[in-house]
């Protein structure tokens, strides 16, 4: 774990990027550090809460890392447990995945 880039590190690097594009931060903060274990799910599908890419899919069996993923808005005992272990890593830029959906704007 000790070679994983720290907060204020991954920060510095984006403030010298000077982008204002949310999403093309975003992008760039998940190839630097990994996706987030927040995501959220659709039909079986997971995407990352971050950046928005499609990580895997449950109803192939191929996503090994399904056990072990926040799902936004679900709020079971499994992603609470699982949300406390979250790093700083998987909150970063991500949304709290157990707060109340709010309106874009
Ligand atoms: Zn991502
Ligand atoms: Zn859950």
Redesign the pocket.
């Known amino acids: 774990m000790s070679d994983l880039m720290e907060q204020e590190e991954l920060q510095k690097k984006l403030d010298l990027l000077g982008l204002t594009d949310d999403q093309k931060i975003k992008d760039i903060v998940c190839s630097l550090i990994g996706h987030s274990k927040i995501q959220t799910a659709c039909f079986g599908y997971f995407y990352c809460a971050r950046c928005g890419d499609q990580l895997g899919d449950a109803l192939a069996s191929t996503y090994e890392d399904a056990p072990n993923v926040v ?1 936004v808005g ?1 709020k ?1 005992d ?2 609470e447990a699982n949300y406390s272990k979250c790093t700083w890593q998987d909150k970063f830029m991500c949304p709290n995945p157990f707060e109340e959906r709010k309106e874009k704007g």
Request: a neutral charge; aromatic letters at 0%.
């Open positions: 799902i679900h079971c499994v992603c």
